[in-house]
């Protein structure tokens, strides 16, 4: 399987959509998709929550119509065209707006860790490009090199400095971040934070610095955690994570040895052989991620290679949410 296969298996990575860069500047055109009959329109609140019906089983998209009745004066974004060339665009209501749709619909509000579980790919993805676009949005309304308001255009992607003088453009940021399968032989590193609970263990991560490679960022971030040294590291799959602005890009990687010196950032970290893995998950002594993270695939390619085993068919009671 390539590793553009293994990133679209991730959750929010399964958005087919034309976003439509190169015609952002186009007025016109702008205009003449928000008049598009078949326009449809996500709508997230103050929080970041999307607007579902009330299973919370689907988007609950606004139309044209009913857009200009509730928040024609909620300056829409465009996210881009599907395959059928129907445009999506973003709304960011107010607290009372938001609160008048959920009553008007008789629809809710839902967050995106649960939609990540819940929506069908293509609106689990649509709603986390929405919700990385609108944080953005809403945390970048003066310029961070002269103090002066900032005006966004692009349809919602940049934002300019209004002050002539100076006149810098904002971008939405990407905080890209590594996480990693490390093997010794047969078994795999997972650690775990002091502040969650007794036996539950997931795959090392942490944010890529200035100047570095991804490739080292694994290395020191091992190290750093865990005090193991690396040998060679391969690219797995990526992820966008929106929670607020993250990329997690997956890789595996292997130790030079097996000896564990945790550092700080950690509480503990530990090798689990196969055999040990299937027996504590099984029994409950030991919780994985959920399918929501890259972190799950990540433990689930090292136990396919090394066991020859699905995590998906292993009897475990729960994944942590």
């Known amino acids: 399987m390539s590793a553009d296969q293994r990133s679209r298996r991730n959750v929010f990575a399964g958005l087919a959509l034309d976003r439509c860069s190169e015609r952002r500047l186009d007025h016109a055109w702008f205009e003449s998709q928000l008049g598009h009959a078949g326009a449809r329109f996500l709508v997230l609140d103050t929080d970041g929550k999307a607007l579902v019906d009330a299973g919370a089983s689907a988007l609950r998209f606004l139309d044209g119509g009913e857009r200009a009745d509730l928040l024609a004066a909620v300056r829409p974004s465009l996210l881009g065209l599907d395959a059928q060339h129907t445009p999506y665009f973003l ?68 934002a300019r400095c209004t002050n002539p003088a100076c006149g810098i453009e904002h971008f939405p940021r990407t905080d890209p971040a590594i996480i990693v399968i490390v093997t010794w032989r047969d078994a795999c590193l997972l650690g775990r934070q002091a502040s969650w609970p007794a036996g539950r263990y997931s795959t090392l991560a942490g944010f890529v610095e200035p100047g570095e490679t991804l490739e ?32 997690m890009l997956g890789f595996t ?13 950690i509480d503990e970290a530990r090798w689990f052989e196969v055999d040990e893995f299937v027996a504590d998950l099984e029994a409950g002594r030991l919780g994985l991620p959920p399918p929501l993270s890259v972190s ?5 390619h090292w136990l396919r290679q090394a066991g020859g085993l699905e995590l998906s068919e292993l009897k475990a009671p729960a994944t942590w949410a």
Do not use: K
């Open 216 to 247: 080292d960022a694994v290395r020191r971030e091992v190290f750093e955690e865990a005090g193991v040294r690396v040998v060679d590291c391969d690219y797995h799959s990526s992820q966008p994570w929106p929670f607020p602005s993250s990329l």
């Open 253 to 265: 990687a292997r130790a030079d040895d097996p000896s564990i010196a945790v550092g700080d950032e």
């Open 296 to 300: 799950y695939r990540l433990i689930e």
């Open 91 to 158: 709304l960011s209501a107010e607290a009372g707006e938001a609160a008048t749709l959920a009553t008007n619909f008789s629809s809710r509000y839902l967050d995106l860790r649960r939609a990540g579980l819940g929506l069908p790919a293509f609106e689990a993805g649509l709603f986390a490009y929405a919700r990385g676009l609108a944080h953005w949005q809403s945390r970048t309304r003066w310029c961070s090199a002269c103090g002066s308001e900032l005006s966004l255009e692009w349809a919602g992607h940049r």
